[in-house]
Structure formats: C-alpha cells, structure tokens
C-alpha cells in the first residue's frame, strides 16, 4: 500500500482543512475557554460536522453513513488537531461508532441516526487510574435479574459529564489485571446512580470522573459477548489510538508552520532569525520526525482498514512516534518563539498543552512502548 494519499483523499483533506480553518479556528477554541462553556465544545459546530457528513465516515452505508475508514477519519482529525479545535468527533464518531459496530442491531439502530444527525454525543469509561491500563479493568457488573448492577468508578472520560452514550469497560467475571472476564455496555445519559464530576484539563477541555453506585442496566446494553469484550475493546483502542495519534500529528504540523512563520518574520541583528544556520537545522530535524510520524500513522491507518493481523502493533508504534514528533514539534515551537512562547496571549502555548494531553489518551508513549517490547519477547 502506497504511504500517500489518493485523489479522493487528497480532496477529502482540502475540504476538511477549509471548513475547520474556516468554521473552528483557535480563535475558536479560545472563546469557548474564556466563556467556560461547561459542555466543552460547541454543538452548533458538532450540527455542522453532521452536515458535512463527517459524524458518519465510519458507519456502514447499509445502516446510513459513509462507510470509510480510519485514514479518512484521520484526514479530518488531523485538521481538528492543526486547528486545536474541541469536538466530540474522536470519542463518538470514532470510538463509540467502532463499540457499536460489535453491538447488536437494536443498539445500532437507536445510536447510529443520532451520531450521523449529530444529536448525540459519545463517551469511551475505560480507565480507572491516572495511567491507561484497559487490562486493569476493576468497576463490575454483577448480575441483577434480568440484567447487571454496575459498581465502581472512571475516571478522564472525555466529554463525561454530557454525553448521551457512554461505552462502559466493566468486570463480569476474573480480577483486574485479567484481559478475560470484561463485558462492555451502552449506558444512556440519566441512568439513575451514575453521578458525573467534570474537570477541567490543561488544554482547556473536560472531562469527567464517574461513580457507577449500582447502576442498574438490561441485559439489552450488553455489547457483543458476556466476558467477551476484550476483543470488541482492542478493536475500539485500535482505532481511538490511531485516530488520536493523527489528530497528535495535526498539532504538531500547526505547531511547526506557526513556528516556522514566526522565523521568517522575527528579526534580530538586521534579518530574520530564520536565516541562522542554527534554527535552519532545528526547523529541518522538526520537519523530518513530523514526516516519519507521518509515514508511520498512515501505515497503521491502512493496517486497520484492511483488518490486517499487524494493525494492532502499528497502531501502538503509531501512536508513540507521534507522541514524540509531536513532543519535539511544541517544545521546539515554544523556545524558537522565545519569550512570547509562553505567554497566554500567543498561540504557540496552546498547542503544547494540547499534545500533552493527547500523548497521554489512550496509552502514552512509555506504555505503548512496553506493550510493543512485550510482544517482541522482551
């Protein structure tokens, strides 16, 4: 498979970078901060995302939507990381679509309409610590009649404390630790017991701590297999993982090109600062690792798409160069801009902030980096 995009592609991601340039700039994301919108995006845009046919890429045509893949997902996400702009696309148009598409007919048919609508809002409760660890799965989900009482917490699930629909990681059977044993569920905004306290992360976005005190559910929100989730949840990590390392690469790009902006405009000593050899060779190293990240994402997505027995690994590998670059990309942004780097007033900052809470989303670079040397035999 070729590491470049095909003419739709390549169509796909002008249109996605005109509308999220146009529509959700940082200006964007600025505003809803310093307004403290308590929902953490705006739902007139996510209206339009539904619009522009994006809130579907990864449903089926049969049941309405797209029918794409995780390279045309990641196109659009990478202009919602070069824009920094807040959106419930990764949890719900990626995420949750991929839960559901484990689920039964019943499930799809009442939450596929209200995603490609844009009427509805997914969360992903996988973790219940400060680290990703999905294996370390402890809330459980005991039987209750016709159904299972939910007990335990979550915690940094983004878009938490709104969402419609939350994909709930629980324990049926094993202890934690155990990759068997986990079920996962479609729980609807409401449920009686399930209290949500949202926070407020570094880059401005929110998410919410759950407490499950014996929330009731029916055996209908079981997704897929009882003890069987395990499979159904790597395939759901697969694609938030390769979906949020693009995003990752598109901060990383808008972090370079403002970088590289300001060096063909900043002047000292009577030219601009752009012409020092020094800054030349930082801006270049930049570039290359972006493009390794680049090659390394695009070959996961591909992976993914096709099924391949390989995806798993590539998307971790993925993720982790991407974390890196991305790392390298805001670091040298904010210290190329000097002084201005670091004030509120100037961009450049925002970016750092956000690639740090994304490295971090769904696994880090030093887990992912661990995962891939235990399967190596090491």
Sequence with gaps: MPLYLDDQQSMLR????AFVGETAPIAHMRGLRDAK???GYAPALWKQFSEMGFTGMLIPEAEGGLGLGAVEAGIVLEEIGRNLTPSPFLSTAIGAVEALKAGSAAQRGRWFPAILSGDAVAAL?????AKHRPAATALTAERAGNGFRLSGAKTFVTHGHVADLVVVAARTAGRAGD???ITLFAIEKGAAALHAEPRRLADASIVADLRFDGVEVSADAVIGEIDGGWGPLTAILDSVRVGAAAELLGVGAGAMDMTVGYLKERKQFGQTIGSFQALQH?????YAELEVARAAILKAQQLVDAADARAEE???VAKAMAGLATTLAVQEGVQMHGGIGMTD????GFYMKRGRVLAESFGDTDFLADQIARRAGY
């Design 345 to 348: 007033e100037y961009n450049i």
């Design 314 to 316: 590539a998307v971790m």
């Design 125 to 129: 409760a996988i973790d219940e610590r």
């Design 179 to 181: 990759t068997e044993g």
């Design 37 to 39: 919108e308590p929902k």
């Design 282 to 286: 930082r801006a270049a190293h930049l």
């Design 14 to 17: 002008d249109s996605a970078r």
